[in-house]
């Protein structure tokens, strides 16, 4: 039992002194945050090829080629010519064939078929690495706190993105109705779906990108302002996405290629001709590429405007950030005008819409440090 001590005794210099235990935030880092963003990094990079792979599969007209939804047995692509002359037999069922193709060979479908079999595989591929991710991730412990439903929130609309997929082809798939190509509006839902998961993923791994308490404090200097600009933006854009699918539903783009007319005029000719009057706005090729074209112009204005008050901000990298978003909108906009002059070749066309990925991540990149901006010390700058 040890004696009473004087206050004013010394205190022995080898005494052990227990450790500064780290705070809540940095202890949920524990690795996991690097290991987690570089696993959403590859889930956004999948879900960017997915786009382009989509696009290529639609400008070949390859999206009707597989005419059934077998999730688990539509991995195993067709071994033996009896399997190829089914899937073929399948496949001359529908109105696709019946109108469009019937001078495809056995070997011309095997070519289409490739293109619509790899663009589900990778859709496959993409729900196992999240799978792989998320449960490897979940039963090692290494989610970090508030994390385990937002992590969810891409495995689960990427599972209604396979449904919708299968929603989109199914009104193509059509005996006697006269379907030669997917509906335009069921397109436009699966790209619109495809760029919200997109949009997930980037969020994340700019969050990811910076610890927890650097977040914490970054938020308390908010720029509400630009923020609200660059919201508005964000939708205008996603907005314009959506367009764009309607004009590549309905092969719009190749309507009309003369520039800044419209065949030859202010309004395209024929724009309403369809039947009831509210159609036109989705369905007459003319009408939809000049609306899609209107929102292109009034886009870069406001892309012009938020551009404008973003290089304001106080913060250097927001400064640089809304410059690099309003630069490939602006590089966007010449693209689209390439690509209608052109008619649209595919060459051309993926890489409008792989530009559509970069003006929308780069948008979301701007809008992120307008709500946790990146301080600059004076001697920093």
Same mark, same amino acid.
């Given at each position: 039992? +040890?004696?009473?001590? +004087? ?54 007209? +390859?999206?009707?080629?597989? =005419? ?13 010519? %009896? ?97 030669? %190509? ?18 997930? &993923? ?15 404090? %970054? ?7 630009? !923020?609200?600009?660059? =919201? ?5 854009? !996603? ?15 190749? +309507?009309? =290629? ?63 950030? $809304?410059?690099?978003? !309003? ?26 819409? $792989? ?13 992120? &440090? ?12």
């Amino acid at each position: 039992m +040890s004696g009473k001590r +004087s206050i004013f005794e010394e205190v022995s210099g080898d005494q052990k002194q227990e450790a500064v235990q780290p705070g809540m935030i940095d202890r949920d880092r524990g690795g996991a945050r690097k290991a987690i963003r570089a696993w959403l990094i590859i889930l956004f990079a999948l879900v960017v090829i997915m786009i382009a792979v989509g696009g290529l599969t639609r400008l070949t007209d +390859s999206g009707l080629s597989i =005419t059934e939804w077998r999730p688990i047995t539509g991995a195993i692509p067709p071994m033996s010519e %009896a399997d190829w002359q089914s899937e073929f037999d399948k496949y001359k069922e529908i109105d696709q064939w019946r109108i469009q193709n019937q001078w495809m060979e056995l070997d011309d479908f095997k070519t289409i078929y490739w293109w619509e079999w790899g663009h589900r595989q990778l859709g496959r591929v993409i729900g196992l690495v999240w799978a792989i991710g998320f449960f490897g991730f979940l039963m090692a412990r290494k989610i970090p706190t508030g994390w385990t439903g937002k992590l969810l929130i891409p495995g689960a609309l990427g599972g209604v993105q396979g449904a919708v997929g299968w929603w989109m082809v199914a009104s193509g798939v059509t005996q006697g109705e006269g379907m030669t %190509a997917v509906a335009s509006y069921r397109l436009a839902v699966h790209l619109g779906l495809a760029f919200v998961i997109l949009g997930f &993923l980037a969020w994340y791994i700019f969050e990811l990108g910076r610890e927890e308490r650097d977040l914490m404090q %970054a938020r308390r200097a908010k720029e509400a302002k630009l !923020f609200s600009l660059s =919201t508005g933006l964000m939708h205008f854009a !996603f907005l314009q996405i959506l367009i764009g699918a309607l004009v590549a539903g309905i092969d719009a783009g190749r +309507s009309y =290629t003369d520039w800044p007319l419209i065949g030859g005029q202010l309004l395209p000719p024929d724009a309403t001709i369809l039947e009831p009057m509210w159609r036109n706005f989705f369905e007459s090729p003319g009408l939809v590429q000049f609306i899609h074209r209107c929102a292109g112009y009034l886009l870069l204005i406001f892309g012009v405007i938020v551009w404008r008050r973003g290089g304001t901000s106080a913060h250097s990298q927001t400064r640089f950030a $809304f410059n690099a978003a !309003f630069a490939a909108l602006a590089l966007q906009v010449v693209i689209g005008i390439v690509t209608v002059v052109y008619a649209a070749p595919w060459q051309i066309a993926i890489f409008h819409q $792989f530009m559509a990925v970069v003006v929308w991540t780069l948008i979301l990149r701007a809008r992120f &440090l307008t709500a946790y901006p990146i301080a600059t010390s004076i001697r920093g700058a």
